[in-house]
C-alpha cells in the first residue's frame, strides 16, 4: 500500500521559513513526478510545485517562484519543500503528490497518490 506522509508545518512568523517533508513507503518514486498543492480556507486546491526525476524536470506556481524550492531525495523516497520569505496569503494545507508518469505538471487530476497534508499557518 502506497503512503506519503507529509511533516514539517507549523506556525510562522511572515518573512520567515520553514521545511515541509513527504516521506513516500509502499513503493519507490524514483523515476516518478512528485509535487506540492495547497489549499487555503474557502479556496480551491492550487499547485505549489513539481519536479520529474532530475532537476531540470521542474515546474513552479507563479505565486511561489523565488521563494519555494522543491527538491527530492530518492535514497529516503523523500521530496521536500523549502519554503523561505512566507506571507500571509500562503497559509494553507500542504499536501504531497506523486504520479505514476515521471512527467511534472500543474493538474492535480493527473496525481495518483496523495498524503493527507500539513497545516501551514503565516500570521504575526
Known amino acids: 500500500q502506497v503512503q506519503l506522509v507529509e511533516s514539517g508545518g507549523g506556525l510562522v512568523q511572515p518573512g520567515g521559513s520553514l521545511r515541509l517533508s513527504c516521506a513516500a513507503s509502499g513503493r519507490t518514486f524514483r523515476n516518478n513526478a512528485m509535487a506540492w498543492f495547497r489549499q487555503g480556507p474557502g479556496k480551491d486546491r492550487e499547485f505549489v510545485a513539481a519536479l520529474g526525476w532530475s532537476d531540470p524536470y521542474i515546474k513552479y506556481a507563479n505565486s511561489v517562484k523565488g521563494r519555494f524550492t522543491i527538491s527530492r531525495d530518492n535514497a529516503k523516497n523523500t521530496v521536500y519543500l523549502q519554503m523561505n520569505s512566507l506571507k500571509p496569503e500562503d497559509t494553507a494545507v500542504y499536501f504531497c503528490?506523486?504520479?505514476?508518469?515521471?512527467?511534472?505538471?500543474?493538474?492535480?487530476?493527473?496525481?495518483?497518490?496523495w498524503g493527507q497534508g500539513t497545516q501551514v499557518t503565516v500570521s504575526s
Open positions: 503528490a506523486a504520479r505514476t508518469s515521471a512527467t511534472p505538471v500543474p493538474m492535480a487530476g493527473e496525481y495518483d497518490y
